[in-house]
């Protein structure tokens, strides 16, 4: 399965926390990633479209197990720390590409928050509501490794920011409702909202 670009994310120029018209999820400090099941075989590659697919074998293992298919699933691949929260040391310690973990290594979570097929239909043209409820449906009572990514309604946003500061994560992502899905681009209907000084951005190394 030939795996497409990811959407990408633009900074935001004016904060959008509280406006009408957009939603708000968590931003993770991991690394993106883009995975695509069908016929019982996963493929998962980075943003820089390095193949990943026997680094994370939980996560293989979990997309497997989904029903139906075939499925292209964008998210973050993230380690959590004892507090549930996203470790990107953690996770760097674990993203050793070309070979598998070692039996006591760190599990890998792939934290889900858009879909670009399920079941074989295409959905970049579809509002991100829409998508966002079937991948819903689509993890529902899915392994652990597969999580849903939530996301919160506009009125909502400054609240689920001062959350994010308060936890010194790394910030948000905010969407416009109504967006659709533009593989490859960088688009202001994505944007990220982050909280100042959370993780140094040197840090954020990709294959």
Avoid: C, N
């Avoid at 009408?20 to 996963?42: D, H, N, P, Q, T």
């Avoid at 697919?53 to 293989?60: L, M, Q």
């Avoid at 009125?155 to 416009?176: D, I, N, P, T, W």
């Amino acid at each position: 399965m030939i795996l497409p670009d990811p959407m990408l994310l633009s900074k935001s120029a004016g904060s959008p926390l509280g406006k009408r018209g957009w939603i708000y999820e968590v931003k993770y400090a991991g690394w993106r990633l883009v995975a695509g099941a069908a016929r019982g075989k996963v493929h998962i590659r980075t943003r820089g479209g390095a193949d990943y697919t026997r680094v994370f074998p939980e996560v293989v293992h979990s997309i497997v197990a989904l029903p139906g298919g075939p499925h292209i699933l964008d998210g973050e691949g993230v380690v959590l720390d004892e507090h549930g929260h996203s470790s990107f040391d953690r996770f760097h310690g674990r993203a050793l590409p070309g070979r598998p973990p070692r039996p006591d290594a760190d599990p890998v979570f792939f934290m889900v928050f858009d879909a670009l097929m399920i079941d074989g239909r295409a959905l970049v043209g579809e509002p991100v509501e829409a998508r966002k409820e079937q991948l819903q449906h689509l993890l529902s009572g899915s392994a652990a490794a597969l999580q849903f990514v939530p996301h919160a309604p506009w009125s909502h946003g400054r609240e689920l920011y001062q959350q994010a500061k308060a936890l010194s994560l790394k910030g948000l992502v905010v969407k416009r409702l109504g967006s659709v899905y533009r593989p490859g681009e960088r688009s202001d209907d994505w944007q990220k909202v982050k909280v100042p000084g959370a993780v140094p951005p040197e840090r954020f190394k990709r294959s």
